[in-house]
Structure formats: C-alpha cells, structure tokens
C-alpha cells in the first residue's frame, strides 16, 4: 500500500527551489503552489518608500519591526496553511515574541499593506481573496494602495472600509497611534 504524500505546509515553502528564475518566491493557497512575480520598479519603489516611512515611526516608537515581502502563515478557517507575503507588514512587539524566530511568521501582521499593480488585474478574484485572506485572519488594519488610479482603501478588522483621495492621509489609528502617511507624494514617484 503506497503512503499519500503528506500537504504541504507554510514551513516547507521557503526551502522549496524555485522552478521559475523569474519567480522571486511562492505562496501557499489551499495546498498549492503560487508563484510570485518580481515587482516592476514604481511598484518596488511604493514598496520600499512605505516600508521605509512605516519603519522610521515604529523605530522611533520602539513597536515592534516592519517587514517587505515576508512570508505569514495566516491560519483561515477554510485553509490553515495559507501563506501570503504582504507587500508591506508591521508586526507589534507582541506578536514578535509570539514568534521569536523561523522563516514563516506564525502570526498575521498587526497591519498589512498591499500595493495594486497591472499585473493583479490579470486576477482580480485571487486579488480579491487575498484581502479577504488577511482580515479573516485578523489582520487589523489593511491598507491598499492603488498608485495607477491614485487613491488607497483602508480595511479595518471590523469589517468597515475607507476609500482615501490622493489628498488624504492614511492613519495608524489604534494599530500604530500617531503614523500618518500622506498619499499625494506617494503618488509622484521619481524618475
């Protein structure tokens, strides 16, 4: 009698080689595989520019660590393995010390940011599950950016939302009290 080989899980993703050099990395949705693609150069710059303005307030707050592109292992009730890597994740002091080391956060983010590109309109419903993803997961503030149509939408983990214009402000709120980030020069991007 042949043994079923066992499910993947979130902790196997980061030592599996990569089939495709063009693939920075996978995640892992209902037991499978999902390839993910580089990002194009203002979308890798959104990224970095909102990781980097998110890390200077939680350094100076000492509240816990900001991450680019890490692996979190969101546990939903419809697939315990779900692995995503938001563009952007802040994770307070706590739920670091809820998962001191490893390659897979055990944990979702405290705030999670994904930034909207060409290429998630290929999907739009794989788009659509994975902000579904994070906050059936608990994730407590969602922000999604969209820089091609110039606005972002803030989820909170109450089930409300907040569409925000190029001149609003994105707010920390209860998640990381004090952090404001402007959206106009988020917008214009350098050459």
């Known amino acids: 009698m042949a043994t079923q080989p066992r499910p993947l899980r979130a902790e196997d993703v980061p030592h599996i080689p990569l089939a495709d050099p063009a693939s920075k990395g996978y995640e892992l949705v209902n037991g499978e595989l999902v390839s993910v693609t580089p990002a194009n150069r203002p979308h890798a710059w959104l990224t970095g520019e909102v990781g980097r303005r998110l890390g200077n307030h939680v ?110 402000t994105l707010d920390g709120e209860d998640v990381l009290p004090g952090f404001r980030l402007d959206l106009g020069p988020l917008f214009e991007q350098p050459t």
């Open 59 to 168: 350094s100076a707050a000492d509240a816990g660590r900001v991450f680019v592109d890490v692996w979190c292992r969101l546990r939903v009730s419809y697939d315990p393995e779900r692995l995503r890597a938001p563009d952007v994740a802040f994770f307070s002091n706590e739920k670091l010390a809820a998962n001191p080391s490893g390659d897979v956060f055990h944990v979702p983010p405290d705030l999670a940011v994904e930034i909207h590109s060409t290429t998630n309109d290929r999907n739009r419903k794989d788009f659509d599950q994975r902000i579904r993803d994070y906050l059936d997961a608990g994730v407590q503030l969602l922000w999604v950016i969209h820089p091609e149509a110039r606005f972002a939408v803030a989820y909170r983990s109450d089930g409300s939302a907040q569409m925000l214009r190029e001149t609003d």
